[in-house]
């Protein structure tokens, strides 16, 4: 995941190669939040915190659900435990910091 002021953009390489699996445009400005893979009952998601959405992707890049109400810069990694996903956002400059 690469979120800044420019062209923000989500992108899955090949370990092996470093050939681009895929790619998808994002409409986030600077974050410093890191994806997360969360292995659950369903599916392998990687779950990744913006200003503007939390956003999951499953393996193929696409997009399996969003929502929105971050703060202004996203910077805590997501995380599971007990089979549920925490997502959190919050910036000590902003007032607004959603759990």
């Known amino acids: 995941m690469n979120d ?3 062209q923000s953009y989500m992108v899955a390489l090949d370990a092996a190669t470093g050939e681009e699996l895929w790619r998808d445009a994002r409409e986030e400005g600077s974050n410093w939040a890191t994806p997360y893979v969360w292995e659950n009952e369903l599916r392998t998601e990687v779950i990744t915190v913006g200003t503007d959405q939390v956003r999951s992707y499953d ?3 696409n ?3 969003h929502f929105g109400g971050m ?3 996203a910077i805590p990694q ?3 435990e007990y089979g549920l996903l925490y ?3 919050g ?3 902003d007032q607004i910091r959603p759990v």
């Open 4 to 6: 800044n002021e420019d």
């Open 59 to 61: 393996k193929e890049g």
């Open 63 to 65: 997009l399996l659900w």
């Open 71 to 73: 703060s202004s810069i």
């Open 78 to 80: 997501p995380f599971s």
């Open 87 to 89: 997502v959190s956002s």
């Open 91 to 93: 910036y000590i400059g």
